[in-house]
């Protein structure tokens, strides 16, 4: 029982590239997400998926896309990466919505972006 | 976006000595939540509260939501050093939205 995984854990990418972070749970939860983490800013939530086939905007959607895969996998995409978006990546699941449940978060992945 | 106000940013303590930091906000929330992060790790949850008014502990750890709902309180009595951290308050917006505060780091000198 691996909890959540994220890949990669460390990512550095010039302006305009793109590229796919994953995240996967095996604790067959139904709700997952992305948050970012800045400096002084705590985390704040880019998208979320409710169950499987589903997703919705948190508070910092733009210049992110998300795909639930299948009720594992929850994947976050920069399509063309700007400064701004350096940030820490955490994905979190839980097995229905936050009220009484316990949030699992995954170990984080660092981008940087030039 | 809503904001929840965390006091203070830090705190540097000798071993031993008691914590207490909280979190403010514009806004109700029904749910509040406290999460320690570790160095490169996500945040993990300490204490959930969920009615105006509650007071519970963990441990060492209590936290209190407040009776207006706009604010909580986490204390931690008799610092040691593995509470070395960065702690989160967070309030739940409906059922799937968690707002989090800037975050307090706790620097304990032995």
């Known amino acids: 029982n691996a909890g959540v995984t994220q890949t990669p854990k460390f990512q550095v990418l010039k302006t305009g590239q793109s590229m796919t972070l994953q995240c996967a749970q095996d604790m067959n939860h139904n709700s997952m997400y992305w948050y970012r983490q800045d400096p002084g800013m705590g985390l704040r939530l880019i998208y979320y998926?409710?169950?499987?086939?589903?997703?919705d905007k948190g508070e910092v959607p733009n210049g992110y896309n998300v795909s639930r895969l299948n009720k594992r996998e929850f994947s976050l995409r920069l399509e063309s990466a700007a400064p701004s978006q350096t940030s820490v990546y955490f994905c979190?699941?839980?097995?229905?919505?936050?009220?009484?449940?316990?949030?699992?978060f995954g170990p984080g992945t660092r981008l940087l972006v030039l | 976006g809503q904001q929840l106000n965390q006091s203070p940013q830090s705190m540097f303590i000798q071993e031993g000595e008691d914590v207490s930091m909280n979190c403010t906000s514009s806004?109700?929330?029904?749910?509040w939540l406290w999460y320690k992060q570790d160095p490169g790790e996500g945040p993990v949850l300490l204490i959930a509260?969920?009615?105006?008014?509650e007071l519970t502990s963990n441990g060492r750890l209590t936290a209190q939501f407040g009776i207006t709902r706009k604010d909580s309180f986490l204390n931690i009595s008799a610092s040691i050093p593995s509470d070395v951290g960065i702690y989160f308050c967070a309030g739940l917006q409906g059922a799937q939205k968690l707002v989090f505060g800037q975050g307090t780091r706790l620097t304990i000198n032995p």
């Open positions: 998926s409710a169950s499987e086939g589903t997703t």
């Open positions: 509260l969920y009615k105006a008014g």
């Open positions: 979190a699941s839980v097995s229905g919505d936050l009220r009484g449940e316990t949030q699992y």
């Open positions: 806004s109700i929330f029904n749910t």
